[in-house]
């Protein structure tokens, strides 16, 4: 068998090195190779912090394709990008094939349930009412989808409209299984069937967590991913957001609307209304219980619009968003919305949902095995669609009863969840949604992944903060005594190739006060126009709201296009994409950003050499934070001082660290790459916080700028 011991194959007489002539190897990546493999073989836990360089993707992919090929399979590799999920799949993977000279492993690429067109779904959609633009996409996707070999929306060479996509997409909630006439055919099933004969399977946070939550809902321990033993967790820095996003609800105002398009629509083939065209084959009662949750079902959506018009924009309208047209969310507190309306709003949905399960009580007996008649086939048909249906409204019901009934907290209990309002603007109009998120991660952390996976690894460049695991152990609730951690060097020289500017003269941003904030934002521009200037553009201002942005953009545009720089703001008229490849195609640009270019960004050589950071990013308020506040608080009662804990400190601060160490990793991403990073918060220097943050961010030579 090939030797795959990591040593050798990243070693200077390696089969990679074999293949480049000017190959180095690189401590950090052998020795993460080798902590890897260690902790499979011994069936622990790992947190792996590997800096930018370390090439960190074949120091898990060596041990996790030895374990494959000695027959421990599958891997399952995830991570937050899909930019990375895909290189992994068609890159390094293919290359460390070839360079290892190994036989084909089966590799599969596994993407969310939406991703995937229904090819049943296609067919009835065929009956819906479209306009004729869009009745032209559905026509092109079927052509697509008689040659298409994955089905999956990337694969499709146009961009179809939500409306379109979101009815032809699978959806578990619309899906016969294998009652469906185009099983045998159907693209997500096939990539299901797939993995199941997988070595390795790489998917990203989404789709895992939802995997290992329906996991932990099922009797057999059935998800979406075949059962696995070993998980590589790339971008780990994500993951507790993804955890809480996969188990967040959000409704909105046509959400009843859609809900019920699928028992009742327009063109009467809703799921209420197939039953009475099978009428003849279904007793009197059926038929009465499909008009029943028929009314009820029509009472839904009415009282849910009268529910937003009165109550939820009523709620939301007192908030005063930072600046106009701005997102903003409102904490749903005891009492908020609970009112006749969504009285009547619940009411409506349960008294649909007791309907719709007699209905099922009903159908059931029909589900006979071998009687297989053509008549029968469709009642047995009806009859799954019917019980997901229903058991996706039972949810919708629960999680509208946990979002509006907010609990009055008594005694030490601790609250799972927060409610919100949120307010988002599409196309100049305010949109509303009704949200419930879990608080804190940790016992789901536990529940579906440390303790259910013997084997988890978990890598990022941002795991640490002041050197610490203790921040990210602790917010995913891994068992220490079955967990270990690796920071690894750095393969770059900080010291030589950054140079770190501190202007603790620059005040602090009086955003209160819009007076004040002009000139806070002319100080700042000025200062940014001089470093800029330093590096004739080549620079990323990294801004922590789009106000903030545009103020900033607003002041200095004029002025540094005059020096012949290519002056760009996020969100004007180009798209990420096109930012990304107009800075790397153009020397001498300069990009104002908000949150999106913190992470993720790639750009090496000097066409990046400056990166401006005008302010920490704390976040604002807002209802999450406000409820893990409250939590602390209960935790604390009636604690002596020096055992009480501080969400400050164990929190804010720990995850405006990962974002900025983040930002600054924009920087250096070769050996070869210099510049320089501006961090112009004075709380890095005055306040006790800021040494924490500082001590987060690479080793590398500081000035201070004492101009004002
Ligand atoms: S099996 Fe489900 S997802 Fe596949 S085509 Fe049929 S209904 Fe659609």
Known sequence: MQNLEPEWILGPEGPIAKQFPDYESRQPQIEMAK???????????????????????????????KQAISGKKPVVISTNSLALQEQIYSKDIPDLMRYLNLPNLKVVLRKG??????????????????????????????????????????SLNFVPKPSIWSEVQSDQYDCLGKKCPTYKKCFYYKSRTDSEEADIIITNHSLLTLDLLVKTTTEDNTGILPQFTQLIIDE??????????????????????????????????????????????????????????????????????????????????????????????????????????????????????????AIVSELRPFDREGDEGENLKEVKQALTLMESYSKQCKEIENDLKRTINVKQLEGDMLPDFVSSVDVSIFKKQP?????????????????????????????????????????????????????????????????????????????????????????????????????????????????????????????????????GMNVMCQGEDLTKEQIIHEFKAVKGSVLYAVDSFWQGIDIPGNHLQNIIIPKLPFPPPNPLSEAQEEAYNIWNRGKPRDRQRNVFVERTVPNVAIKLQQGFGRLIRRKTDTGIVVLMDQRLVNKPYGKTLLNSLPECKKLIDDSA
């Open 35 to 65: 902590a890897v493999q260690n902790t499979f073989e011994k069936q622990r836990h790992l947190f792996v912090e590997a800096g930018t360089g370390v090439g960190k993707s074949y120091a898990f992919l060596i041990p996790a394709i």
């Open 113 to 154: 349930r939406g991703n995937y067109l229904s090819l049943r779904r296609l067919f009835n959609a065929g009956n819906l009412a479209w306009a004729n633009d869009e009745y032209s996409q559905l026509e092109d996707i079927q052509t697509w989808s008689e040659t298409s070999k994955v089905g999956t929306i990337q």
């Open 236 to 357: 780990a820095h994500t993951l507790e957001d993804a955890i809480r996003q996969a188990d967040t609800f959000e409704w909105k105002l046509g959400s009843a609307a859609f809900l019920s398009k699928r028992a009742k629509n327009k063109k009467d083939n809703g799921l209420l209304d197939m039953l009475h065209k099978m009428s003849h084959l279904l007793n009197g009662r059926i038929l009465d219980y499909a008009d029943q949750a028929n009314n009820h079902l029509t009472n839904f959506v009415k009282h849910n619009e009268i529910f937003f018009e009165k109550d939820v924009v009523d709620f939301a309208r007192n908030d005063k968003a930072e600046e106009p047209g701005a997102s903003v969310s409102k904490r749903i507190k005891p009492g908020n919305l609970q009112s006749e309306n969504s009285t009547n709003l619940l009411l409506s949905l349960a008294k649909a949902n007791i309907a719709l399960q």
């Open 431 to 563: 949109v509303y949604a009704l949200t419930s998120m879990p608080i804190f991660v940790k016992k789901i952390a536990q529940n579906i992944l440390f303790s259910k996976i013997p084997s988890i690894i978990l890598t990022s460049a941002t795991l640490t903060v002041n050197n610490q695991f203790h921040f990210i152990c602790n917010n995913l609730g891994a068992y220490s005594e079955r967990t270990d951690t690796l920071k690894l060097g750095h393969v770059f020289d900080y010291l030589n190739q950054v140079k770190m500017i501190l202007t603790p003269q620059i005040p602090i941003d009086p955003y209160s006060n819009p007076k004040e904030r002009q000139k806070y934002f002319d100080q700042v521009a000025a200062k940014i126009e001089k470093y800029v200037e330093i590096t004739q553009g080549n620079a990323f201002i990294l801004c922590t709201s789009n106000l903030a942005m545009r103020e900033l953009h607003k002041r200095s545009r004029e002025k540094l296009k005059r020096l």
